[in-house]
């Protein structure tokens, strides 16, 4: 299995054939190539700053002689005005890195700053908030790491690390019995060892997965908190509890005292607005 690294190292290096193809003509046509300077992030929103380790990956992926001198870190509430970090070296180098870095920079401090605001809202219950799947095709490993840099916690990062059961699963499986034993019957003969979770999308289908076992989480699918507190009290405690489905920031917090111990929060990364910032000369 490729590593977290080697994953952004390829989406680095197809961002930069995206943006860059045969050649930067703006800047190769009026910067000389012995040319050097420097340029530094300026943040022009309050926020919580996610990326600079990225950022890291893309000015070396690009020129391993462009020096970065990092003054603010990943998961620091940054403020308009702040610099975040200076980086020195060929001019061109640093106007050909500019825009990818800007744009990764800015989508994780986005991410992570909403996330951070799901986190405090949540603060003296012990419940944990999810980001989801809904990610940016290509960028999940970013968006992952942003939502962990806010205060969050992963869920599952792709189909092959955790088995979760969802409707269509189970009405395309015949139903939740028989969805939990071929899920069952799949791990023994591949040999694998995953947490199994399946989604309810009522209080039958709770009773029936409650009767027959053999998971390790629920997830509550759009029910109401008066729901969720009664969900809460028929498992008393012998699963853990998710609740997901157009949970809000007006909403999170009666959730997560209904009792439950994950609330999963799609908006984290389908949904979010970058935190704006900029790379100056200096």
């Not at 700053?49 to 002689?65: E, N, P, S």
Request: glycine share 10%; charged share 25%.
């Amino acid at each position: 299995m490729v590593t977290v690294d080697e994953l952004n190292d390829q989406l680095i290096s197809l961002a930069f054939a995206e943006d860059i193809g045969d050649g930067d003509h703006t800047t190769l046509c009026c910067i000389p190539d012995d040319a050097v300077g420097k340029s530094q992030l300026i943040i022009k929103e309050d926020g919580i700053l996610a990326g600079v380790r990225v950022a890291r990956q893309v000015f070396d992926a690009f020129d391993r002689d462009l020096r970065m001198t990092t003054f603010i870190t990943d998961g620091t509430e940054v403020h308009k005005g702040d610099v975040a970090f200076i980086v020195e070296g060929r001019m061109r180098s640093l106007l050909q890195t500019e825009r990818l870095m800007l744009n990764i920079m800015q989508r994780m401090s986005g991410i992570a700053t909403m996330t951070r605001r799901y986190v405090r809202l949540l603060e003296g219950t012990g419940v944990h908030v999810l980001d989801t799947r809904k990610t940016t095709p290509g960028m999940r490993m970013l968006e992952k790491e942003a939502v962990k840099i806010g205060g969050g916690v992963n869920h599952r990062i792709g189909l092959f690390d955790m088995i979760l059961l969802k409707d269509n699963h189970v009405d395309f499986a015949g139903g939740i019995e028989n969805a939990i034993e071929r899920c069952h019957s799949y791990m023994h003969d591949k040999g694998l060892s995953l947490k199994v979770e399946i989604e309810v999308r009522n209080f039958d289908e709770l009773q029936r997965v409650l009767a027959h076992g053999g998971v390790d989480r629920i997830m509550l699918d759009n029910f109401s908190t008066d729901d969720t507190r009664k969900a809460v009290e028929m498992i008393a405690h012998r699963y853990e509890i998710e609740s997901s489905g157009g949970i809000t920031e007006q909403t999170i917090r009666g959730y997560a005292e209904c009792g439950v111990d994950f609330i999963s929060v799609g908006a984290l990364t389908h949904s979010v607005k970058g935190l704006d910032m900029s790379f100056k000369a200096c």
